[in-house]
Structures are given as C-alpha cells and as structure tokens.
C-alpha cells in the first residue's frame, strides 16, 4: 500500500463477481505455530533498489504478470506527458520530419500492465507467503464475514508460478513497477498529424488489485459490466505489508457492494458517455471501495495481531502503529483516502458484521454515515 499503493485500471469491480461468488475452495493448509516476520521493518537493506543503478535496471529485473489494458489516463500522467512532449518529443519529431511542430496533445487513454520484481531473498519471501496463506483463512473463516463470497486466491511468485485457471493469482513481490504506454500527436507546420508513443515507468510497493474494469453504453450512456480478470501484487518491502493481503482480497469480496454504488451514481447522473463522466463516477466509486476495504483491512489486522502465530510480528508492530496507518492514509494520494480514520472508528463503534452489512445493503447510506463521524 504505498502511500502510492492501489491504482485500479480505470474502475472498480462490479456484479461479474457473482460469476464466482462462493467459489472459495477452502484448502485447509497446515497452520503454522509461529510465523516469522523478518522481512518487515528491512529499511534500507540494499536488496534491490539501493543497488539497481536506475529505474531502467529494475524495468529488466522485473516479469510481466498482467496483459496491457486500456486505462483512462490519470492527472499525474498527463502532466509527465506534456512535460515528456516539451522536453524530448517536439524536437524529436521536428528533427525526424523536418518540420516545426505548432500543436500536441496526450491521448486520454492508456495502455497498462504491471510487472513484478522479485524478491531477492527466498527466505523473505517464504516467510511473506505463509504469512498470506494464514491471512487468508483468516479472512474468509471470519464469523461476521460469512455472507460474503470467498474468491479463490493463489499466493505465487512471479518467478517460478504460473496461476491456475480457477484462482485468481495473488504475485508475491519485492516491489513492482506500473507500466503505461502513452499515447501522443504531434500535428506538424505543414497539418501533418504524427502519432508517437512513450512509455512511463512507476516504481511502486505495498499492493494493487487491477484487471477489473467498467464499460459504458456508448448509446445509452449506462454503465455495463466490464473485463472480470482481475489480478494481486503485494510488496515484502513496504511499512504496510502486513495488511496488504487484507486490502487486496476484500475488494472481491465488497465487489457487489462496490457495483452497486457506481450504478447508482450512474443513475443519478444521466448522460452522455464522456471522458469526463466517466472519470468523475470512477473517482467517487474507487474512493468509496478505499473506504471500506483499507478500513476493514485496518480492522481485520488489529485481531490478527492477537493470534498466537504472530507473536513474532507483535515485536515488530503493534496496534497502535497499525491504527496510526488510518491517520497516515487520510493525507495520501490526493485526498483518495480522507474517509478511511472515519471508517476506521465507525466500524470500532459498530463492528465488523454491522459494517459490512450496511455496505453491501445501501453503501451509499453507509458512507454518509462514516461523513458524519
């Protein structure tokens, strides 16, 4: 979860989650007695980043694990775009067709993928996935998450893995990178247009959940169920690696919630399809789906800590390190996260089962009462 941590495509995940609802194979692994957690609290270890000469060195080490999908381009990307065009882009183009350039644009969609780095040290990642494996028992054996569907996860390594056709895979990683192709037009002195393409790197590290999307009805303007393939990354590197496994798997398991919501926006707010609607309607939608599944994962968290078989982790962290992430969030990425100290005291107010019960019936009552705290 860096305070860079989940960029969902261009949405969030709908009803086509039913597809699979309740499909949770429940594979009884052996439960370990004492999980260990030498891979938190690292720093500066020197693994990776610290000895990667660049950017373009950690682009090598890394594996592709998702497909390009077309994205909606994001503020931040665009302003790299433009600055890109500016600095290298204009003079590249005049140079190769001899010709000034008077005008350009950045496309407004993308293509992304996401590529694992794997972590370097195996005991590391070991250790990080029998921690995953037990968060999720832990999770979907919960009593008051019963009526959700439990999602068959597959914990990997994108090194050495490849997912089976029934689980969605769950890519254990060091750190990852998000990769977008960028889409770019430069219209020349003579009204020649000349279509270029860039691709931006990101380091990223805590997790992501991606591969799901939404459509709209060109005609209609309605939303439809998008691409259902979704996928998980998680970082052993990062201060939020304990709850990472948390906040990657329950955005499948509030999908339904989720859609939901973003239909009701839709019907609240009739029109055309557009760019803009479309991006106004997601960036309400995913900041909701962060709402609820940061704080649950904060929530969820703070119990697992109790178990005997994390005893280890408890001399490293503590629930009121992990509290202090709700705080830590609300100011991170652009405001994506304000709702989360909110969310977090109202589900220690009403519990888990209220909470989440709430959210599936009426999210949106459900996030006027977070606002209210």
Same mark, same amino acid.
């Given at each position: 979860? %860096? +305070?860079?941590?989940?960029?969902? +495509? ?8 039913? !597809? ?24 500066? @270890? ?7 000469? @660049?950017? @373009? ?29 500016? %600095?290298?882009?204009?003079? =590249? ?22 590529? *694992? ?7 590391? %990642?070991?250790?990080?996935? /029998? ?12 009593? @008051?998450?019963?009526?959700? $569907?439990?999602? $068959? ?10 997912? #089976?056709?029934?689980?969605?895979? /769950? ?7 998000? #990769? ?7 219209? +020349? ?21 991606? !591969? ?13 169920? !998008? ?16 709850? *990472? ?5 329950? $955005?499948?398991?509030?999908? #339904? ?8 926006? *839709? ?40 178990? $005997? ?13 992990? =509290?202090? *992430? ?18 977090? #005291? ?17 999210? !949106? ?9």
């Amino acid at each position: 979860m %860096a +305070l860079t941590r989940r960029q969902l +495509l261009i949405g969030t995940i709908g009803a086509s989650a039913s !597809g699979i609802a309740g499909a949770y194979f429940g594979l009884r692994r052996s439960r370990p007695q004492l999980l260990q957690f030498d891979f938190l609290n690292r720093g500066n @270890d020197g693994s990776l980043q610290e000895g990667a000469s @660049d950017l @373009d060195d950690l682009v090598k080490r890394s594996l592709p694990v998702t497909p390009f999908l077309k994205g909606l381009i994001s503020e931040e990307v665009k302003a790299w775009a433009v600055e890109y065009a500016q %600095a290298k882009g204009i003079a =590249e183009t005049e140079k190769a067709y001899g010709k000034k350039v008077i005008l350009f644009q950045v496309n407004e969609q993308v293509q992304c993928r996401y590529r *694992a780095i794997p972590e370097p040290e195996i005991r590391y %990642a070991a250790q990080y996935k /029998a921690y995953a494996e037990f968060a999720t028992d832990f999770l979907f054996e919960h009593a @008051d998450l019963q009526t959700l $569907p439990k999602i $068959p996860i597959e914990w990997l390594f994108p090194q050495n893995d490849k997912p #089976e056709g029934r689980f969605v895979p /769950a890519y254990i990683a060091h750190s990852y990178i998000r #990769e977008q192709k960028i889409g770019l037009e430069f219209m +020349l002195q003579d009204q020649r247009k000349v279509k270029a393409e860039v691709v931006y790197p990101q380091l990223r590290s805590g997790g992501t959940m991606l !591969g799901a999307r939404w459509n709209f009805d060109p005609e209609t303007g309605e939303f439809s169920g !998008g691409n259902w393939s979704p996928a998980i990354i998680v970082s052993t590197y990062n201060q939020y690696a304990l709850q *990472a496994p948390f906040s990657e798997m329950t $955005p499948l398991m509030f999908a #339904e919630g989720i859609g939901k919501y973003i239909r009701r926006l *839709a019907e609240k707010n009739p029109g055309p399809d557009s760019l803009a609607r479309r991006k106004e309607i997601i960036c309400d939608t995913h900041k909701l789906g962060e709402t609820i599944t940061e704080s649950v994962s904060l929530y969820l968290l703070t119990e697992l800590l109790l178990h $005997p078989a994390m005893v280890r982790a408890r001399q490293r962290t503590s629930a009121l390190k992990i =509290e202090s *992430a709700a705080q830590e969030l609300a100011s991170a990425d652009e405001g994506l996260y304000a709702d989360v100290p909110q969310a977090y #005291e109202y589900l220690k107010r009403k519990g888990l089962r209220v909470t989440v019960g709430l959210f599936m019936d009426d999210p !949106g009552l459900y996030l006027g009462k977070v606002k209210s705290i």
